[in-house]
């Protein structure tokens, strides 16, 4: 269980209240220092799990940001039992320079457990790992697909671990990939914390997508309210479980059509999409190779071989 002291980083978190703290990350060569803030929500009652809500580990995952943005702003996060814990820019290097990294160059998201001496990634990510994740009993990261590269709503977690599962069901998303803990990555450090993290996907870098903020918000308070944190959360059906998922790269270059649009559920051998070159002299068409649901696409129409087209999950 979580640290119930409600003392974070030497600051006292009153019940009922909000707390901003700040977190000493490092110095910039201009000698500004920076630091990492996180809001504390605690409850009138103790009797009740501490939740973790992140967002920014990548710099140019907007769509996360605004779902937090928007939760704080709207005050939608004080809960009646419990604590909620959010940063909803956790990389803010990477968020100035509208980039994924950070200035080291390295991805925060593989820089974990990261060092107190290390790089400016491996700094963050031992802040928040030794300052955040002891006082925290779970949590949902949220993140966005890469440029030009839209996620469907989707959350991903280890089927292994019967507590990620059971939180991501909680979350609704329309899908649930199986997702194995990547090396290095801040799901994998906090799941050998004995901390279960899910991972929620939707839309593309440096753009925002409604309906993944709106599927993120519901999704966060479906969890709060499934562990009895508060009384009320929209409804949703239950998640379709995906157990594995398939990129669909072009075997030509050219021009990129698609037929189908993400969320949608495909067949095995339907035409999706084509490829055609500039003069409107060929048309290559690209069919599907496997049954399941478009979870991710390409938007970007100029394609290479080789390129990932359609990120395709299926049962």
């Not at 996060?77 to 990294?101: A, E, H």
């Not at 799901?187 to 901390?195: E, I, L, Q, T």
């Not at 790269?249 to 490829?275: C, M, N, P, W």
């Not at 069919?287 to 938007?299: A, D, E, L, P, Y």
Request: with cysteine.
């Amino acid at each position: 269980m979580a640290d119930k002291s409600y003392i974070i980083n030497n600051t006292p978190i009153p019940a009922g209240k909000k707390t901003e703290i700040q977190l000493y990350i490092s110095r910039l060569p201009t000698h500004t220092d920076i630091f990492l803030p996180a809001y504390c929500y605690r409850g009138k009652s103790d009797d009740g799990p501490t939740i973790l809500l992140t967002a920014g580990l990548h710099g140019d995952e907007i769509n996360g940001i605004e779902i937090l943005r928007r939760m704080v702003a709207e005050n939608m996060l004080m809960p009646d039992r419990g604590m909620v814990i959010v940063m909803p820019l956790v990389n803010i290097y990477g968020f100035l320079q509208n980039s994924r990294g950070l200035p080291d160059g390295k991805d925060l998201n593989r820089s974990f457990p990261g060092s107190k001496r290390g790089s400016l990634a491996q700094r963050v990510a031992h802040t928040m790992l030794n300052d955040i994740l002891p006082h925290i009993d779970f949590g949902i990261d949220f993140h966005t697909g890469g440029a030009s590269r839209t996620n469907y709503p989707q959350v991903r977690c280890a089927f292994e671990s019967e507590h990620a599962l059971s939180l991501a069901r909680q979350f609704r998303a329309p899908y649930i990939l199986k997702s194995r803990l990547i090396d290095k990555s801040f799901r994998k450090a906090a799941s050998r914390k004995k901390k279960d993290i899910i991972v929620y996907e939707s839309g593309e870098s440096l753009r925002y997508d409604e309906l993944g903020i709106r599927f993120g918000i519901e999704g966060a308070l479906r969890v709060m309210k499934a562990r009895k944190m508060i009384d009320y959360a929209p409804y949703a059906d239950p998640s379709i479980e995906l157990i594995g998922s398939k990129w669909l790269r072009a075997r030509y270059a050219g021009l990129f059509h698609s037929k189908v649009s993400y969320g949608d559920e495909v067949t095995k051998g339907q035409i999706i999409g084509s490829i055609t070159d500039p003069y409107g002299d060929w048309s290559y068409k690209i069919k599907s190779s496997v049954s399941g649901f478009v979870i991710g696409m390409n938007h970007f129409p100029v394609m290479n071989a080789g390129d990932a087209i359609f990120h395709i999950g299926y049962k």
